[in-house]
């Protein structure tokens, strides 16, 4: 196993202040949607600061800090504040509820907490009785109260003047941290069960730079869009892979923000999960389709061009003669103006945390753009496979990471993974990790998967999301709910049902955000949403759908049953976890009765 390029997360970054401190490092947005360039000197001074105001307030080695915030450069500031100071950062989504937060606040034995806003700080008021070792709030947007809470800048304050009576402190304190000190401790959002807290070395995180770094797909002169939440590990290792790279990041975790945010940063590369370029393709289909006639026609005729050249580029081969003149034509008339919406600028995509359509990576491979879809888990900090900018296959999550170990276990397909990125284990729950970590090191990752001769990894299913009907026949229903979500725009959600049934169903969730577009075409625009959900016009179009997808399975994985469902899954309420996966268990839970229905002979609706 290779040595570590630094003894930890703190050491990397001061060296990183220290190599190329006039470089820009953060780009902040402004409220007159300007940005705000900070270097990475200026980065340093601001994390020195809050670092040395931790210690004055009492932090301790390896002493858990928690965030509560959205993506933003304050909490990049905050967990490189923890990290200096020696300290260990939890993480905390901030649209968790005041029981979720204590939860994880207690579990973790949080002292300290970072948190965003008022909102935040009135969440954690109402549970404070049952926090008692949470000893100080600091807020980012907001005041003080002389008590319970102090403000950031209050904080920062503290520090300069800690810094100034110790001033090789600091560099002290750096210089003590490990390799195997606790960095992070993430909570897994996990779609059913109760959040465990991953253990992360600060050597996990060195890893992930380095592994990173290595694949060549980002450069120090690139500029990163960073919207992904930091609570959550994906986010986490972009910085860890800026650390070591020193590449710009553009940071805004404003969602609805996204798209005029690329126009405006233009961006080398982004990060993003499937339901974002889901979405974004549905946008960009159904403007022409939309407009009809011959908008429609070259549309479908510079998709079917593109389309054809992508695949000769799969295949290891440049577009010639006749294909060549007709795909030149196509990027002039579509592929252009699809490439200048990120920004004009954009090297590739990379996308995670959850299964990646192949028909949506070829679709944006024939627009000149390129997604590099990547696997990892929190408990491999990450990023243990990814295609690369030379080397990618769609349908497979690329190549390991160097340093990643792998197997697969002959029993049942499971990924096993290996290497300095493996978690440390769940914090306080020795048996789980027990589980999860056998002895000699290895991840059971809980995902079946199969490498082929040149190392690729393709990912089939989850180990318990594996459908084994009554008849014995396995189905892997992430398969099918990412087809059907490619085959029909206004498919939101799906969930593919069936475990110890005789047949599959789906649960299927239209978008609130898309279906007025299609009752205004339909001549539905008057009816209640309610109504427009279970009009005959609605079962059609999904019925359609469904049929176009059973026509390319075998018998026993077609879906002969379906419900609409009233609501679509968010993140609000409860059935999409803050990185966008689907609540799985939570949705059959839910709508267990019209499942159950579906097998009782009748057809089941939602009344």
């Known amino acids: ?33 300007s940005w705000k360039q900070i270097n990475w000197k200026e980065t340093g001074d601001w994390v020195r600061k809050v670092s040395c105001g931790l210690r004055a307030i009492g932090l301790e080695q390896e002493a858990r800090v928690s965030i509560a915030s959205s993506t933003r450069v304050e909490w990049v500031i905050a967990t490189l504040g923890i990290a200096t100071a020696g300290g260990a950062t939890t993480t905390i989504y901030p649209n968790s509820t005041a029981e979720e937060t204590a939860y994880i606040i207690n579990d973790s034995d949080t002292v300290f907490c970072f948190v965003e806003d008022q909102d935040q700080v009135d969440k954690l008021r109402s549970v404070r009785d049952e926090i008692p070792k949470l000893k100080k709030l600091i807020i980012i947007d907001g005041k003080g109260d002389g008590d319970w809470v102090m403000s950031l800048k209050e904080l920062e304050a503290a520090g300069a003047e800690a810094d100034k009576a110790q001033p090789e402190l600091f560099e002290k304190i750096v210089g003590k941290i490990n390799s195997q000190h606790l960095c992070t401790l993430i909570y897994t959002s996990g779609t059913t069960g109760t959040p465990k807290g991953v253990e992360l070395t600060h050597d996990c995180w060195v890893f992930e730079g380095e592994g990173i770094e290595s694949l060549n797909i980002i450069q120090p002169d690139h500029t990163q869009f960073l919207w992904l939440p930091l609570s959550h590990s994906f986010g986490s290792v972009l910085l860890a892979a800026q650390l070591k790279i020193g590449f710009n990041t553009a940071i805004d975790g404003r969602i609805d923000r996204i798209v005029p945010n690329l126009t405006a940063t233009r961006p080398d590369f982004v990060a993003a999960v499937p339901r974002i370029f889901e979405k974004v393709y549905n946008k960009i289909v159904s403007g022409p389709r939309d407009a009809g006639g011959i908008k429609w026609k070259i549309f479908r005729w510079s998709m079917a061009t593109g389309i054809a050249a992508s695949r000769e580029i799969q295949a290891g081969r440049q577009p010639s003669g006749l294909l060549a003149l007709k795909y030149s034509i196509a990027d002039k008339l579509v592929f252009s103006k699809v490439r200048n919406v990120f920004g004009g600028n954009l090297k590739c995509f990379i996308s995670g945390s959850a299964p990646l359509s192949r028909d949506i990576s070829e679709f944006f491979h024939a627009a000149g753009v390129l997604i590099l879809e990547g696997y990892g888990l929190t408990e491999s900090s990450a990023a243990s496979f990814v295609n690369r900018l030379d080397a990618y296959k769609f349908g497979t999550v690329g190549q390991a990471v160097p340093g990643v170990d792998i197997k697969i276990d002959p029993a049942d397909g499971e990924i096993l993974l290996g290497g300095r990125g493996i978690m440390r284990g769940y914090y306080k729950l020795a048996d789980v990790s027990a589980e999860t970590l056998s002895e000699d090191g290895w991840l059971r990752t809980g995902d079946i998967g199969e490498l082929d001769s040149q190392g690729f990894l393709k990912i089939t299913d989850r180990k318990k999301n594996l459908i084994k009907t009554s008849g014995g026949k396995y189905v892997a229903p992430q398969a099918l709910e990412g087809q059907l979500k490619v085959y029909n725009p206004y498919v939101a959600q799906v969930v593919v049902h069936g475990d110890r049934r005789n047949f599959c169903t789906a649960l299927i969730a239209l978008s609130a955000e898309d279906m007025p577009k299609f009752a205004e075409q339909n001549g539905l625009s008057d009816l209640p949403y309610d109504q427009l959900l279970k009009h005959q016009a609605t079962i059609r179009m999904v019925q359609d759908s469904i049929d176009r997808l059973n026509s390319g399975l075998a018998s026993y994985e077609t879906i002969k049953k379906f419900a609409i469902l009233p609501e679509e899954p968010t993140i609000e309420n409860g059935q999409l976890t803050a990185s966008m996966k689907l609540k799985r268990k939570v949705v059959e839970k839910k709508y267990m009765d019209v499942l159950d229905g579906f097998y009782k002979g009748a057809l089941a609706g939602l009344e």
Request: charged share 20%; aromatic share 10%.
């Open 1 to 33: 196993m290779a040595e570590p390029s630094y003894p930890s997360v703190a050491q990397m970054f001061l060296d990183r202040v220290t190599k190329t401190p006039a470089k820009p490092a953060f780009m902040i947005p402004q409220p007159d949607d």
